[in-house]
């Protein structure tokens, strides 16, 4: 999968893909990230990316043309199954677009400032608006490593046994159980018996309803009731 950035801040997303379960994407081939200068884009004085808005009002509006400058050049280069724009107004992102987005071949993310950009980008090249929850970043950087991230470890290959995706919380709609490692009693605390039972069987039931448990008492909204 292939995944360009475009931003006004490039130093933001220079380390979020190159440590850990990302640096192994992008070394196997799996995940190329590129992140894109929005400024290197502009034809204006100063390289100048945004402007006031009309009709008045506080705060700056990431301009058209830049924009439009950007995500043409990109797309003579490839096709883009989507073209996303960060945004607290876009639609929650969560594990089901993630595990959709993961099985897409190019996106590319955009990412908004100041008082986000011109809506004709929107109306007329933007496929897809995202928000990562409900509060306000002060751009969508941060929000499009959280998205890189939560995407390129579903990628086939990418995680491996040890990581498996198949147990992670909201992956059947439920939190995941707790988990313990050694030593088996640490001042008098002791790690539930079941898990060193050696019975696989009944590991994976305590897992399940533990899973249940404190789905019901944290996220009782994300159970599926059928
Ligand atoms: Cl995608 N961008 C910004 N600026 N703030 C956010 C967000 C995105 N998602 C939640 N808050």
Not at 3 to 22: C, K, N, R, Y
Not at 49 to 55: A, K, T
Not at 179 to 204: C, M, N
């Amino acid at each position: 999968m292939r995944i360009d950035i475009i931003t006004v801040l490039p130093e933001l997303l220079e380390s979020p893909f190159a440590h850990s379960i990302m640096k192994r994407a992008r070394n196997k081939g799996l995940l190329e990230v590129n992140v894109h200068h929005l400024r290197q884009y502009s034809t204006l004085r100063q390289n100048q990316v945004d402007d006031y808005q009309f009709g008045g009002g506080a705060g700056m509006v990431m301009m058209i043309e830049p924009l439009v400058n950007a995500i043409e050049s990109l797309q003579k280069e490839v096709t883009y199954d989507e073209v996303i724009y960060l945004t607290p107004d876009g639609k929650p992102f969560n594990q089901r677009m993630a595990n959709g987005l993961s099985l897409k071949g190019n996106l590319l993310l955009i990412c908004g400032h100041y008082k986000g950009i011109d809506e004709r980008v929107r109306e007329h090249f933007v496929t897809l608006e995202v928000s990562i929850g409900d509060f306000v970043l002060s751009g969508g950087e941060l929000a499009a490593a959280v998205m890189v991230d939560a995407i390129g470890r579903l990628l086939p290959g990418v995680l491996n046994d040890e990581t498996s995706a198949l147990f992670d919380s909201f992956q059947d709609n439920l939190l995941a159980p707790p988990v313990y490692t050694r030593p088996e009693e640490f001042r008098g605390w002791k790690v539930p018996a079941i898990l060193l039972s050696g019975d696989h069987r009944k590991v994976d039931e305590w897992r399940h309803e533990e899973a249940l448990r404190r789905t019901k008492e944290r996220r009782p909204d994300i159970l599926s009731h059928d």
